[in-house]
Nanobody, 126 residues
Framework: QVHVTESGGGLVQAGGSLGLSCVASGGTFSTYPMAWFRQAQGKEREFVAGISWGGMKTWYADSVQGRFTISRDNAKNTVYLQMNSLKAEDTAVYYC???????????????????WGQGTQVTVSS
C-alpha cells in the first residue's frame, strides 16, 4: 500500500514562488505515475500536474502551464512541484497523488489515483 505525504505549503505574495514536496512510501516508487491536484474552498478538486514513472513525460493543466514545474527524484521517492508567478487564484489545498495501479500517463481525473496525501495549504496574497 502506497502512502504519500506533502510538505512545503505556506503564504506567498502574488508573483512569488513556492515549492512543494511529496514523499512516497510503500510499493515501488519508480514504477508509477505521480500527480498534484488542488482544491480551493468551495470548489471541486482539480488536476494541476502529472509526471510519468521515469520522469520523462509531464502534463499540466492549462491554468498552470508555463508557471508550474513537476519533477521527481526516484532515488529519494520524492516528487516536487515548483510554482512560479503565483496568482491569488492559485490559493488552494494542494494534494499529492499516486497511481500505483498502472503506468498510464496523462491521467487527470482524481478517481484514477489511488493514494493521496493529507494536503498542504498554499495561500497567495494579492
Amino acid at each position: 500500500q502506497v502512502h504519500v505525504t506533502e510538505s512545503g505549503g505556506g503564504l506567498v505574495q502574488a508573483g512569488g514562488s513556492l515549492g512543494l514536496s511529496c514523499v512516497a512510501s510503500g510499493g515501488t516508487f519508480s514504477t508509477y505515475p505521480m500527480a498534484w491536484f488542488r482544491q480551493a474552498q468551495g470548489k471541486e478538486r482539480e488536476f494541476v500536474a502529472g509526471i510519468s514513472w521515469g520522469g520523462m513525460k509531464t502534463w499540466y493543466a492549462d491554468s498552470v502551464q508555463g508557471r508550474f514545474t513537476i519533477s521527481r527524484d526516484n532515488a529519494k521517492n520524492t516528487v516536487y512541484l515548483q510554482m512560479n508567478s503565483l496568482k491569488a487564484e492559485d490559493t488552494a489545498v494542494y494534494y499529492c497523488a499516486a497511481d500505483s495501479q498502472s503506468a498510464v500517463v496523462g491521467l487527470t481525473a482524481p478517481y484514477e489515483y489511488d493514494a493521496w496525501g493529507q494536503g498542504t495549504q498554499v495561500t497567495v496574497s494579492s
